[in-house]
């Protein structure tokens, strides 16, 4: 018997060391307090990517299908792979809906190459869009 | 800024399917050129094991997992306003050679998928699937102003307004 449990531990570390398998790991519980964004046009600079000014764009890229991060307090970039259950993150409309709102989310935080990704389980707050940018910066892109 | 996305935008309408299969250059911030070869995966099923048939079906963001078992996420495809999701779902757990701009950003890393191609001999194909899906699912229309024709997108801003806020109009 030990000698076959020997043998079958040698196994498994073979399988997942050289199969190129990939576990996967386990989320760290957070809550993050931020407004959604969408992640290229932030991210990049290519234009001014924040608040009511850019919502219109957001919403372009969202369902153009580039990732929807939550632009945290604390300036970090949580890009959103999960809202409450549902597993598609290509234009969503649960995430298209709240576009540029300020919203609290309970999730778990998978982090990798530099990339903070959230499987949000819980839109716990929803302050709507309050960050009023279009005073200063018009629309953008294009300026209508 | 508005120059810039000028440039960008004449560029996704004017380059055409002869256009030579290199990356190029877009003048952003910590861009450098980049091809290399990769696995695509399911980015949700990399981290977490949730893992649905075909990667999603273009339902997903979609990543390229290196052989060094780094993750590349791609954000971007060739055409404006749009994703590369489109353009990957077809390689789901299949080795391709992606072309485009990985953007070294303090913020987080980005690539943008400008040309691709099946490992290692497949024929090389612009990344802008994404039109090339929208126009077929709305009647043909061309894609070159897809944003401004999604109905999607009429809607939400009919609802809601440009800024988001209903009744919300920029000062004059």
Known sequence: ?144 | MKRTLSILFTAALLIGPGASQAAEEWGIDGEKKTRFEAKVVDVLCELTGDCPADCGSGKRQLGLLRDDGTLVLAVKNFDIFAGAADDLKDFCNKRIIADGLLINNPKIPLFALQFKKLAPDGKWSRANQFGKDWSKANGGKKAGQWFKNDPRIIKAIADKGVFGIPGLKQKK
């Open chain 1, 1 to 144: 018997m030990k000698k076959l449990l020997s043998a079958l531990a040698v196994l498994a570390v073979a399988f997942f060391t050289f199969s190129g398998a990939h576990a996967a790991a386990t989320g760290k519980r957070v809550t993050v307090t931020g407004e959604i964004v969408d992640t290229w046009c932030y991210v990049t600079e290519i234009m001014y990517g924040l608040g009511t000014a850019h919502h219109q764009c957001a919403v372009w890229c969202a369902i153009g299908g580039i990732p929807v991060s939550v632009l945290g307090e604390d300036g970090n970039v949580y890009v959103v792979l999960k809202v409450e259950g549902d597993g598609t993150n290509v234009a969503n409309p649960r995430i298209i809906n709240i576009q540029t709102h300020k919203v609290t989310v309970d999730g778990d935080l998978y982090e990798r190459d530099g990339v903070k990704y959230l499987i949000v389980t819980q839109v716990v707050d929803d302050k709507g869009i309050v960050n009023l940018t279009h005073e200063e910066y018009g629309i953008q892109p294009f300026g209508k």
